[in-house]
């Protein structure tokens, strides 16, 4: 097989006593769409922090590419990683949060060419105009000068994604991207992701509890639960016949609240 | 705003009227000494306020700093100059040190001390200000990679500054009126030379009314420098009534 675009190997992530993620395994290939689900309060949020680099892990190894992020090679040995290798390895990864968590004292603009300029080193003008193209892809052109305050719920997620995507990153984690959001702005940002999805551009990994969502955009559903995947599949096998007895209550649940 | 306007314009009429009744007295002898203190406290007034802003987010910085051994010294700090009186500490930089041979002039000791007793109570405020900013800003950061100084400098300051002027501002009217007590290293500050001025004058009333006044308006400008400051850093927020 080829070399998995993310690799969790064995990765255990406690909060005390509490044993959040479970020796956990899970391998994504480059451009693959994983959507993740199960109950609230399971750990999904968890497993991308710790991909993130937010949360550190207690045991196991996280692989980007083939090399492994929470640790470096040395001879033989793996060590713990420097400052300097999470950074490299993180330059690959963008994340959505739930709360959107933009820069409340830049305008629109200014949230999108921070990273780039501080971050990256880009010039001024160039990550001017990569914002800009990518404002005008998740259709925010107008607001470039408007403060997140001044904004909807969605449009802020959509600024989100721009700011993400103007890292120019491998891999893209969304946590739960809409569940701030009123109703009606849902529609807007799931059309964002929907076209990233459709690229197979991005290797991305969705926290959600949009089923018809989950089902429509990934090319592998995985349930989490316990501190594990308690299942994985095929979107549409997986929510017609679900093969574990939790995975089929938990969707029983859902669906008929949705 | 409003407030202020209206506290401005009191304090600008009592001023003048002060001043006429000084005038009509005849007693303008003691006006010029006056003055000279007013400059004397606006210089210990000004360098202090810089070297307190400069102590209040050193100290701050290094309480919320990761490293344990800057969060001690600066826990230190902010309990030795919290935990012991300005009076005291001006004696000390002024009279005590120099018999372990390090003489200070009587400015450099009060803006000395001025600056770093207020900078141990402004740490707090400016600490308290950085944990405000939600753990949400940090993450975003972390996961847009920034390095860790931008992140503070571009991110996280910008935003606790927002809220800290209140609190740094009461600390700045503090230290205006505070700044009273460096007659206590030989310095002719306002207060100083009123009491100098009443030995001499015996013009109670007039003397210690315009000293008052003084002081006020001192106080006025401070608290409308940060309400113009306020406005402008929390722009963003909507918070503009
Ligand atoms: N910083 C933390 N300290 C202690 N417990 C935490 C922390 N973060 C998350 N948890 C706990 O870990 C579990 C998983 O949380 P999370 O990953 O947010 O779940 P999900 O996203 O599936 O709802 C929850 O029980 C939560 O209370
Ligand atoms: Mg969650």
């Not at chain 2, 600056?115 to 847009?144: D, H, K, M, W």
């Not at chain 2, 409308?224 to 306020?230: H, I, T, V």
Request: aromatic share 8%; net charge positive; charged share 15%.
């Amino acid at each position: 097989m080829k070399t998995p675009k993310i690799r969790f190997d064995k990765v255990t992530k406690r909060y005390g006593e509490l044993t959040v993620l479970d020796s956990l395994d899970l391998d994504i290939a480059p451009g693959e769409v994983v959507a993740v689900i199960g109950p609230s309060g399971s750990g999904k949020t968890t497993v991308l922090r710790v991909l993130m680099t937010l949360e550190r892990i207690n045991e196991g190894v996280i692989w980007i590419d083939g090399e492994p992020m929470n640790r470096m090679r040395q001879g033989d040995a793996l060590v713990p990683a420097s400052q300097a290798h999470v950074r490299k390895l993180r330059s690959k990864i963008g994340m959505v949060f739930q709360s959107f968590n933009l820069f409340p004292h830049m305008t629109v603009l200014g949230n999108c060419i921070e990273a780039p300029i501080h971050s990256l080193g880009l010039p001024r003008a160039e990550a001017e105009a990569r914002a800009e193209g990518l404002l005008a892809k998740v259709g925010l052109a107008d607001k470039r000068n408007h403060y997140p305050s001044q904004l909807s719920g969605g449009q802020q997620q959509r600024v989100a994604i721009a700011r993400a995507l103007a890292m120019q990153p491998e891999i893209l984690l969304f946590d739960e991207p809409t569940s701030a959001l009123d109703p009606e702005m849902v529609g807007e940002v799931l059309e964002v992701i929907r076209e990233l999805a459709r690229t197979h551009s991005y290797t991305m990994l969705l926290v959600t509890h949009q089923m018809g969502f989950a089902r429509e955009v990934a090319d592998r559903v995985c349930f989490f639960e316990g501190g594990k995947f308690v299942e994985q599949g095929e979107p549409n096998a997986f929510f017609t016949q679900p093969q574990s007895p939790r995975a089929a209550q938990f969707l029983s649940k859902v669906l008929q609240a949705g | 705003m409003n407030t202020v306007r209206i506290s401005a314009l009191v304090g600008a009429i009592a001023f003048l009227v002060g001043l006429a009744f000084a005038t009509f007295s005849e007693l303008k002898v003691f006006l010029p000494a006056l003055l000279k203190g007013l400059v004397v406290t606006l210089q210990v007034a000004g360098l202090s306020f810089v070297l307190f802003l400069f102590c209040s987010l050193l100290a701050a910085l290094g309480r919320t700093s990761a490293n344990l051994a800057l969060r001690f010294a600066a826990g230190i700090y902010v309990e030795i100059f919290r935990g012991t009186s300005l009076l005291v500490q001006l004696f000390w930089l002024f009279f005590v040190l120099p018999e372990f041979g390090v003489v200070l002039t009587p400015m450099t000791a009060a803006v000395l001390g001025m600056g770093l007793n207020f900078g141990a109570y402004g740490a707090e405020v400016v600490r308290g200000a950085i944990l405000s900013v939600p753990r949400g800003q940090t993450e975003a950061c972390i996961a847009l990679n920034m390095p860790e100084w931008k992140r503070l400098f571009r991110i996280v300051l910008p935003q606790a500054f927002a809220i800290m002027v209140p609190g740094m501002t009461n600390l700045t009217i503090e230290l205006v009126k505070a700044t009273a007590m460096v007659s206590a290293v030989t310095l002719v500050d306002i207060t100083s030379a009123a009491v100098k001025q009443n030995l001499i004058h015996y013009r109670t009333v007039e003397i210690f009314l315009i000293t008052m006044l003084l002081y006020y308006c001192l106080c006025q400008v401070v608290r409308y420098g940060s309400k113009l400051l306020e406005v402008r850093v929390s722009r963003y927020r909507g918070a503009l009534n």
